[in-house]
């Protein structure tokens, strides 16, 4: 069963980033509770994953968390940071057998030691591999990135490592938490919702957004070729004009 002509390879996004939003909404449809929709998320993750791979595209980011999400009610909270721990061993084969890299950004501190734990393990066990570099934002917040490289920037200026002249835009990206990521070429946010919520303000300044109404525990293979397409047919002019780019 073909059930959707495959994107052309010639012209695919180098990193896709996804926000993943609408579990709530999903689960609430269905009469249920906020974390049948977590749970089920996950699913909408492996096939994501699988599908991306399977494309050889090098760098997927996935926003699984933010630094705001911290002000959910305890018992959700704990609910996405119990699905995150059992989903990270339960992925580690199809990790392995795809050749995945995990990688993760934002601010690890404030994760559960458990969690924690389980993560960098993970981390550890595909540093080795060699295809796709799969990033889990987790606590992550493109402020407090941004504040972090700001202060460890004026660290080097304080202690003499660097002339405040020197610093430029290359400067900012090696202190930001995605320094071995290039920038984010396709942005997609499930759900409905148009607004970035704190993700890569940085890193998608020239990235193209892609808005669905589907919400992420039905989002498919399908959908994400959709996006693709979608990214596919635009021109990205990056300041010039349509003539100088023929
Ligand atoms: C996205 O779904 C998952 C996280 C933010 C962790 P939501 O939980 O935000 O779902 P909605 O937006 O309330 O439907
Ligand atoms: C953004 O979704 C964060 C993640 C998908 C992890 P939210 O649902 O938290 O965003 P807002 O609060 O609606 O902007
Ligand atoms: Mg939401």
């Not at 050889?56 to 699984?64: R, S």
């Not at 402020?143 to 972090?148: A, D, N, Q």
């Not at 700001?150 to 490592?161: F, S």
Request: proline letters at 3%.
């Amino acid at each position: 069963m073909n059930k959707t002509i495959t994107p052309d390879t010639g012209n695919l996004p180098k990193h896709i980033a996804i926000i993943m939003d609408g579990n709530g909404r999903w689960a609430k449809q269905k009469g249920m509770l906020r974390a049948f929709g977590h749970e089920n998320g996950v699913k909408s993750v492996r096939e994501t994953v699988e599908a991306c791979a399977k494309l050889n595209i090098a760098y997927l980011t996935l926003y699984a968390f933010s630094t705001e999400n911290w002000n959910r009610p305890k018992l959700e909270v704990d609910a996405l940071m119990s699905i995150l721990m059992n989903s990270l061993k339960k992925e580690l084969p199809t990790m392995q057998k795809n050749n995945i890299r995990l990688n993760t950004i934002g601010n690890a501190h404030m994760l559960p030691e458990k969690a924690r734990r389980q993560l960098f393990e993970v981390i550890e066990a595909t540093k080795e591999n060699t295809g796709m570099t799969l990033t889990l934002a987790l606590s992550y917040g493109s402020r407090e990135e941004l504040v972090s490289a700001i202060k460890e920037i004026c660290n080097e200026v304080q202690t003499n490592k660097i002339d405040i002249a020197t610093i430029n835009e290359a400067t900012v990206q090696k202190h930001l938490y995605t320094h071995n990521i290039p920038d984010a070429d396709l942005v997609i946010r499930t759900s409905g919702e148009q607004r970035i919520s704190n993700f890569l303000l940085w890193q998608a300044a020239y990235a193209e957004l892609y808005f669905t109404d589907v919400l992420w525990p039905d989002f498919r293979e399908e959908d994400l070729h959709k996006a693709i397409f979608s990214y596919q047919k635009r021109e990205r002019r990056f300041g010039k004009t349509s003539e100088q780019l023929k």
